[in-house]
């Protein structure tokens, strides 16, 4: 199981767990993600701070914690990725493709992801659920502290209890990142993005993220964290007291060989209006399309996104998509023309969008639908709530 796992077999300075405690009571299975881009350490400094903590100190923990260092040939070198990036691998075709190579053949971010593939699995063998999946994360831009979550509802009513913005349908502009795959295990799954890359608030804001998360998991009881209002204050303030819920609408997408430089000065959640000058591409100025909220600006070399568009979302729309969720309303729209099942596992849609175009993108998302173009005439409508292991978290104290 974990014990005979060899994590140092091919990076020899570093270890590829930062701590791992077992309590003596049943309770929760924390599994934490630092440095899955190397030159994100906050992440990975706030878990070695969490472990040594409890170390040194007396905490009865309930359940299983475990802190893993996700990328370590990146990390080591302070670098993004080396060959490619390993939060863009988890598909199911791309890690057929890697499977597939003959070892010798194989990248260092592929063999990052087959090791953590491996140990991901042990995990899910070794320990009891309810499983929680938290990867930790910074930008190249000053930002707030935000969560990032695929739109399940169980993400959304664990991720409530933070008093932080919550961002939801990323994964529709972003292919193949680790929690999107653990999402599709039906796993509570969600991303900290704790603020500018070398920012001291960005290891002070994971570090109240953590504590709260032992607490609101059930792996602390909150009396037993001493600073647990001081931690939750700290977040708060460090996000303007902002805990909205907001919605991806653009992506800025670059390829290998733009040249791409964002103007200086912007920052994540600023206001935007329409035409405002914001980048140079290729020789090119970039204008802002319409008036929105800029969204994690690209100031490093290593990326594919240049900055997202985000926009806020109403608290009427989402209590209406809870009330379609939970009444299983999308069964429905296979008796429309222009929809059917995709597969026999009815997780996803097929939409025909020369006949079913009259369905607008955010109604699907109403129901708890993201999509993917097929080609043209298509689309691939994927549901999280199909997949999400509820029965798991219902005895949970936040369910």
Request: charged share 25%; hydrophobic share 40%.
């Amino acid at each position: 199981m974990l014990e005979s796992f060899d994590p140092l077999r091919r990076v020899q300075h570093i270890s590829r767990f930062i701590g791992q405690v077992v309590g003596e009571e049943k309770g929760p299975s924390l599994i934490f993600f630092g440095g899955i881009h190397g030159n994100e350490p906050a992440g990975v400094k706030a878990l070695e701070h969490l472990f040594n903590t409890l170390e040194k100190n007396v905490f009865k923990i309930r359940g299983t914690l475990v802190g893993i260092r996700a990328n370590l040939p990146a990390l080591l070198q302070g670098k993004r990725f080396l060959d490619q990036d390993l939060n863009r691998l988890w598909t199911e075709e791309k890690m057929a493709e890697i499977k597939a190579k003959p070892s010798a053949e194989r990248e260092r971010e592929e063999m990052e992801l087959l090791e953590l593939e491996q140990l991901i699995g042990e995990i899910l063998i070794a320990y009891e659920p309810p499983f929680y999946f938290i990867d930790f994360h910074t930008t190249s831009s000053k930002t707030l502290p935000f969560i990032t979550i695929n739109d399940a509802l169980i993400n959304r009513k664990f991720s409530q209890q933070f008093p932080l913005p919550i961002i939801l349908g990323i994964e529709e502009f972003l292919e193949g990142p680790l929690l999107s795959r653990m999402n599709k295990l039906g796993y509570v799954s969600l991303g900290f993005e704790s603020g500018q890359h070398v920012a001291e608030s960005a290891v002070k804001n994971s570090i109240a993220f953590l504590w709260l998360t032992l607490v609101f998991a059930g792996a602390l009881p909150k009396q037993d964290v001493l600073h647990f209002d001081s931690y939750y204050e700290e977040l708060r303030s460090s996000a303007n007291e902002d805990s909205n819920f907001y919605e991806v609408t653009y992506r800025h997408e670059l390829r290998k060989r733009d040249d791409f430089s964002m103007l200086n000065g912007y920052t994540s959640f600023q206001k935007v209006t329409k035409g405002t000058f914001m980048a140079i591409q290729n020789r090119k100025k970039i204008l802002a399309k319409e008036n929105s909220i800029l969204f994690m600006p690209l100031y490093q070399k290593q990326g594919a996104e240049g900055f997202f568009l985000i926009k806020k979302t109403p608290k009427w729309a989402l209590k209406i998509s809870t009330l379609f969720r939970k009444s299983k309303f999308d069964r429905l729209l296979c008796l429309l023309p222009g929809i059917s099942w995709s597969s026999t596992t009815k997780e996803s849609l097929l939409v025909n969008l020369s006949v079913a175009r009259y369905f607008t993108k955010s109604f699907f998302h109403l129901l708890g639908y993201r999509n993917r173009q097929v080609d043209k005439t298509q689309i691939i409508m994927h549901n999280r709530e199909r997949a999400a292991k509820n029965e798991m978290y219902r005895n949970t104290p936040w369910y």
